[in-house]
T-cell receptor, first 115, second 113 residues
Framework: AQKVTQAQTEISVVEKEDVTLDCVYE???????LFWYKQPPSGELVFLIR??????QNEISGRYSWNFQKSTSSFNFTITASQVVDSAVYFC????????????FGGGTRLMVKP | DTEVTQTPKHLVMGMTNKKSLKCEQH?????MYWYKQKAKKPPELMFV???????INESVPSRFSPECPNSSLLNLHLHALQPEDSALYLC????????????FGQGTRLTVV
């Protein structure tokens, strides 16, 4: 069965520190998609990235970067030089055929960036 | 425009009331979703509409009744809810239901008294 684990429930850092949010997934499918979403206090989930299982290239978008490693079934997310506005709950999610292509969310990591 | 609009933002209702949550998107997406999110938990899928037809109902109690009047609108009709139904209700849409990224609204924070 598909499963997403975010072992860190809460992380607290001081502004300008780098922080990595871990995501480990389980799936029997060879074709699947991984996502990261950000949920600020306002409530909506903001889409950050989608990555398919055949593309293991790391991606960088501004201060955000993602490290996808199929060998360890991980899709980690790093924020460089964190800012107070990065404070939010971050969800990693998996979509595969066995789940009817619906999103399976991890439990989320609450990131608190202090000034 | 990558916006999914939900109304109302907050709703307090009694257990005998009937109310509706509304969701709208104008991105041409053909899949729309309702999720329920309790505090400090991830969103849980409730319903999926694909091309205006209900394709997934995740064993949701009948006191929740979804409706998709057209490709841009999604409603969730509420009747005889229980206090444990209090939660954040999130609407989302995606281009299709197949591994495409979903865009979420800000949610309706529902309190049942």
């Amino acid at each position: 069965a598909q499963k997403v684990t975010q072992a860190q429930t809460e992380i607290s850092v001081v502004e300008k520190e780098d922080v990595t949010l871990d995501c480990v997934y389980e799936t029997r499918d060879t074709t699947y998609y991984l996502f990261w979403y950000k949920q600020p206090p306002s409530g909506e989930l903001v889409f950050l990235i989608r990555r398919n299982s055949f593309d293991e290239q790391n991606e960088i978008s501004g201060r955000y970067s993602w490290n996808f490693q199929k060998s360890t079934s991980s899709f980690n997310f790093t924020i460089t030089a964190s800012q107070v506005v990065d404070s939010a709950v971050y969800f990693c999610a998996l979509s595969d055929f066995n789940a009817g292509n619906m999103l399976t969310f991890g439990g989320g990591t609450r990131l608190m960036v202090k000034p | 425009d990558t916006e999914v609009t939900q109304t109302p933002k907050h709703l307090v209702m009694g257990m005998t009331n009937k109310k509706s949550l509304k969701c709208e998107q104008h991105m041409g997406h053909r899949a729309m979703y309702w999720y329920k999110q309790k505090a400090k938990k991830p969103p849980e899928l409730m319903f999926v509409y694909s091309y205006e037809k209900l394709s997934i109902n995740e064993s949701v109690p009948s006191r929740f009744s979804p409706e998709c009047p057209n490709s841009s609108l999604l409603n969730l009709h509420l009747h005889a809810l229980q206090p444990e139904d209090s939660a954040l209700y999130l609407c989302a849409s995606s281009l299709t239901g197949l591994n495409t990224e979903a865009f979420f609204g800000q949610g309706t924070r529902l309190t049942v008294v």
